[in-house]
């Protein structure tokens, strides 16, 4: 590859970047020539999987590293929000060791875990007698970093006061040592992550405008696994290769069913959730197993199966769309296994059928909300209805599944049959099968 020329034939280009060019950027699908640039960067993307050892294959899981390379050479403060157990410390050493720092420290700091009368004393050091206990001076993380990346996970847990002390230093590149009149240079690149949604946070006045758009030059959010489907059994034949590989053993395997019963199951622990459970597998089971659902079970979290009830009787305040999203995507997995199960000459009457129309309607606003297009507190009132719909076709589907048995529809949806009842009331279900 000539690197003096501004554009490259595609055809030159190799399978995999070709391949990964349209996953990432299909607007380029059908051109002769792409800015040589952007083939630098696909290209990149593939060896730094390689080098860091990333499991992924889906376009949310190349964007996130494509983004993070992206920002890499600039100097930007850049703000990873995403779930817990997402990587977001990963994605910042990849954007540190892409970087004209990289050959500095990477300092990475929980600010959860910094307790609050101790905060000046870590973040700017001190003098040896400065305060009751300071036997001799120390350094600060500003001044440890210098020249390098400060990593501030957490950030959102970061109390008003170590806010605007951060504020300082980032707006003037300087700080005070505690116990010292002087001030000192400093030159760093901050990464911040949370799990929370900083935008509640500032509404809430927990959380200070003007840091957040310091720290948030630009921003990353990180896919939890409900919207990584494709890799989580990727990411479970890698875990239980790594675990096979330290114990010495032959790597457990799932069976087609224990697949689909994984990939139904939402793991709020996400990547880190899904390594756990691979772990405890590995150490119980006898080596080489092929997992059947019922040992799989044996090692998921016990969680009371959704029911939109959650969402519609009484837990209002904890409804926001991005949970949503992961519900309905939760529910196209459930219903396509349905599907599958009956009969050739039932699946035109399938509950899948009559599913799809609302879910589709549900997706339109919440398109409508993330566009901003439409207020979320409005949608909710389009959107709650469609939800009960939805419920109240779930239970008629499975009382007709088991000709009328209220104990096993109870027992399948795992609530109390007093429960049952009181839902096929609320949402008007026919539950007489004759």
């Not at 053993?249 to 459970?277: C, M, T, W």
């Amino acid at each position: 590859m000539n690197f003096n020329k501004r554009f490259v034939e595609v055809q030159t280009l190799l399978p995999k970047i070709k391949k990964l060019l349209y996953i990432l950027l299909p607007e380029w699908r059908g051109e002769k020539k792409i800015p040589f640039i952007v083939a630098q960067r696909i290209e990149k993307i593939i060896k730094e999987k390689r080098k860091k050892r990333l499991i992924g294959r889906s376009k949310c899981f190349y964007k996130m590293i494509y983004d993070s390379l992206n920002i890499a050479p600039t100097s930007q403060n850049v703000l990873l929000q995403g779930d817990s157990g997402t990587g977001k410390e990963s994605i910042a050493r990849i954007t540190h060791d892409n970087s004209s720092r990289r050959h500095k420290i990477f300092l990475p700091v929980n600010c959860g875990a910094i307790p609050e009368g101790t905060v000046d004393a870590a973040f700017f050091g001190h003098e040896k007698g400065s305060f009751t206990g300071a036997t001799e001076s120390k350094k600060g993380y500003f001044e440890t970093v210098n020249g390098g990346t400060l990593f501030l996970d957490e950030i959102g847990k970061m109390s008003l006061r170590a806010q605007s002390r951060l504020l300082r230093v980032l707006e003037e590149k300087e700080f005070m040592v505690v116990g010292t009149s002087r001030t000192k240079k400093v030159d760093f690149r901050l990464i911040s992550a949370t799990n929370l949604s900083l935008q509640e946070e500032i509404e809430k006045n927990e959380f200070r405008l003007d840091v957040f758009y310091r720290i948030a030059q630009f921003s990353i959010n990180l896919p939890n696994l409900q919207e990584r489907e494709q890799d989580i059994l990727l990411m479970f034949h890698q875990f239980a290769l790594d675990f096979a590989d330290q114990y010495c053993i032959d790597p457990i395997v799932l069976s087609e069913e224990a697949k689909n019963y994984l990939l139904s199951r939402p793991l709020q622990g996400n990547i880190r959730e899904l390594r756990n459970i691979v772990s405890q597998i590995t150490i119980c089971e006898l080596e080489g197993t092929r997992l059947s659902i019922e040992q799989l079970k044996r090692y998921l979290p016990k969680r009371k199966v959704a029911l939109y009830s959650n969402l519609i009787a009484g837990e209002k305040d904890k409804y926001n769309f991005l949970f949503l999203q992961r519900e309905i995507n939760s529910i196209r997995k459930k219903i396509d296994i349905w599907k599958k199960e009956q009969p050739e000459e039932k699946k035109k009457e399938t509950v899948h059928n009559q599913l799809l129309p609302i879910m589709k309607k549900i997706e339109k606003v919440l398109k409508r909300v993330l566009l901003e297009e439409e207020k979320e507190e409005d949608s909710k009132n389009s959107v709650l209805p469609l939800m009960k719909e939805i419920e109240a076709i779930i239970i008629q589907e499975i009382i007709v599944w088991f000709k009328g048995d209220k104990n096993m529809v109870a027992k399948k949806l795992k609530v109390n049959l007093r429960s049952l009842y009181r839902r096929i009331k609320e949402l008007d279900i026919n539950h007489d099968i004759s």
